[in-house]
């Protein structure tokens, strides 16, 4: 057992020093996405700019590698000029410039892991993440001023993609973050699919590409200045 140990000692501790490293973050920013897919009649022809927000929290398991969890909240929506179905107009905004919105509140809740290249000041990343996603659309009954069609409330299914960015280290603790992902939402519902007969569930997928800026809180790195780290966070 000890002539197994042994060799295998020094990686067991890097290990350790490494995933007691973590950051914390926040992000804001804007999103678009494609036109819906499947059984959802309303499409929408024109590119609308949503919101997007962005919640991390990472470990570093080596020095190029981080896992963790992040929770993404973003509106899904297009705009709606008009729009045929087999031939027929159904819908016409172009005059009024409404909305088709698939879901207000998308939450999406994903496990990632990203590689990291170190700069002087911080790094850059890139990675894939995976996870499941929630559909809201509060009060969806309520006449909306904005909206020509709203999506029915409680769609439910997996969201994967990827996302790269860069960390700048300002301070020994506060690094400032930009990200920019894709992420494929692939939503079912128990409600009736809108327009189509006969009458089936609604079922779209619809990929949203969120920009986001903000902060991240980052501790548990090493005294002593590391190579690796190109001369980045390094906490006390």
Sequence with gaps: MRKVL???????????????QFEFGANAGGSINSKATNNLAYKGDGIAINYATSFFALMNI???????IDANVLQLSRTSPDYYLNGRKVIDGRTDGKQFIYSKVTTAFDAVLNKKFYTRYGYFYGGIGIGVSVARNF???TPS???????????????????????YNFSKRFAFNI?????DFDLDYS???????????????V???????????????HKAKS???GGGINAE
């Excluded at 080596?62 to 963790?68: A, P, W, Y």
Aim: charged share 10%; net charge positive.
């Design 6 to 20: 042994l060799p295998l000692l020094p990686l067991l501790l890097s290990f350790s020093t490494f995933a007691q």
């Design 62 to 68: 080596r020095h190029n590698l981080q896992i963790g």
């Design 139 to 141: 009060n969806k009954n």
């Design 145 to 167: 001023p904005s909206a020509d069609y709203i999506a029915p409330d409680g769609g439910v299914g997996p969201v994967f993609g990827v996302q790269a960015g860069y960390t």
């Design 179 to 183: 990200e920019a992902a894709v992420r």
């Design 191 to 205: 409600a009736h699919a809108p327009v189509f007969k006969p009458y089936s569930y609604l079922h779209y997928r």
């Design 207 to 221: 990929v949203a590409y969120p920009v986001t800026v903000g902060i991240r809180y980052c501790f548990g790195f």
């Design 227 to 229: 190579a690796y780290m």
